[in-house]
């Protein structure tokens, strides 16, 4: 077992891979993560089971049957994804029998809703139904139309992964989502403890867009700021979580069986090679969060990454310093936000769509290869 991923997860942080194939699982190779690497969770998107379909057979015979039965590609993708993360979640059972927060596998809504509320819901109703196991996550978008969702889900009994998460007033939104959801969940009846959630907060895109905006300015006051806005933010969002969780709304939630809407850092890869390769690891430790890494990111953190113990609590005035040393160069940082969560929705997208266009060249092949 890799030492220094163990004392990761020892330090509380929950370590889910975000990648997913069914090569993964038939091989044994998400299993062997889980023994050996310290995961507990996995993440999905669209890119990622358009990487896994267009690179292996592994999906062949059953594009074949669906062929034969005459399905849309949509449909295609659906059955090819739910059964993915369905074996997944049988892969993860142990891990969520024992810590029920964990061992959850994510799988998105339609990205191509994500500004419709009723679709998203529907969406996310026909995912859980489909996947069909306790320790699935339904990911739900951060958008405004997205919002009333999480709360419509939640209040179903549905599990959520709320994702593209950029800022701290839209976190507080998703925060209140979720708690109005569960505050409706008890009202009818169901059992809060089954109910879990997660709050994506995306990571590196952050410092991506502000270092650009940095090298623009390009003084040297502007420069010594670069590399820093992601993990401030992340660190104030953890602030706005720990806000939560001491209020008396949260108190009778919990009294009532409810579980906490824990802080999870995506996006962790980092895109910049000046960077350490586990910026978006080592500096966001703190008990009760989940990190989604990439392989790359994870092997890099277990070959050489540090720890140094809690780097976010207490850590909220020194971010908003950096915040307010961002705003003197000229950074705007809303502006910023709006960028993100445009460009998030955008290419959330169009990783919809490369995952459509995959499916229908493996439905394409095995059209001919039936003629």
């Given at each position: ?28 190779n ?12 996995v ?8 990487a ?30 739910t ?32 500004n ?15 996947v ?10 951060a958008?405004?139309e ?26 507080r ?14 009202d ?12 994506s ?9 502000v ?26 969002a953890y ?33 910049n ?6 910026l ?7 008990a009760?969060t ?28 020194e ?31 169009k ?21």
């Amino acid at each position: 077992m890799s030492d220094r991923l163990k004392a990761l997860a020892d330090a509380g942080v929950s370590i889910w891979l975000d990648d997913l194939s069914r090569e993964r699982i038939e091989t044994g190779n998400l299993a062997d993560l889980v023994k050996n690497k310290s995961v507990v969770g996995v993440t999905t998107n669209p890119t990622i089971f358009a990487a896994a379909i267009a690179d292996g057979e592994r999906y062949d015979d059953q594009v074949r049957r669906l062929v034969q039965q005459d399905e849309s590609v949509v449909r295609v993708v659906f059955e090819l994804t739910t059964e993915d993360v369905r074996n997944a979640c049988d892969i993860m059972a142990p891990v969520h029998e024992e810590h029920p927060a964990d061992g959850r596998v994510s799988i998105e809504v339609e990205p191509d809703l994500a500004n419709d509320t009723e679709g998203t819901i529907a969406s996310a109703r026909a995912l859980w139904s489909a996947v069909e196991r306790p320790n699935a996550l339904i990911k739900i978008p951060a958008t405004k139309e997205g919002l009333p969702a999480i709360t419509a889900a939640i209040a179903e009994g549905i599990s959520v992964n709320v994702t593209l998460i950029f800022g701290i007033e839209r976190y507080r939104e998703v925060k209140d989502a979720y708690l109005t959801g569960l505050e409706q969940a008890r009202d009818a009846g169901l059992d809060l403890s089954r109910i879990h959630s997660v709050a994506s907060f995306f990571v590196s895109r952050v410092d991506t867009e502000v270092d650009k905006r940095l090298e623009a300015i390009g003084t040297d006051e502007a420069k010594a700021l670069e590399g820093k806005a992601a993990v401030a933010n992340a660190r104030l969002a953890y602030a706005a979580y720990e806000e939560v969780i001491a209020s008396d709304r949260w108190r009778v939630l919990a009294e009532a069986g409810a579980n906490p809407q824990r802080p999870l850092w995506a996006s962790t890869g980092v895109k910049n090679e000046a960077y350490s390769d586990t910026l978006y690891v080592t500096d966001l430790v703190v008990a009760d969060t989940v990190n989604t890494m990439p392989e790359k990111t994870l092997e890099a953190f277990a070959d050489h990454g540090e720890l140094r113990g809690d780097t976010v609590t207490g850590s909220a005035g020194e971010a908003q310093q950096l915040f307010d040393r961002l705003a003197a160069v000229g950074i705007d940082f809303e502006d910023v936000l709006l960028v993100l969560e445009h460009e998030g929705v955008d290419k959330f997208k169009k990783s919809w769509d490369e995952l459509v266009e995959t499916v229908a060249g493996q439905m394409e092949k095995a059209g001919q290869g039936q003629a």
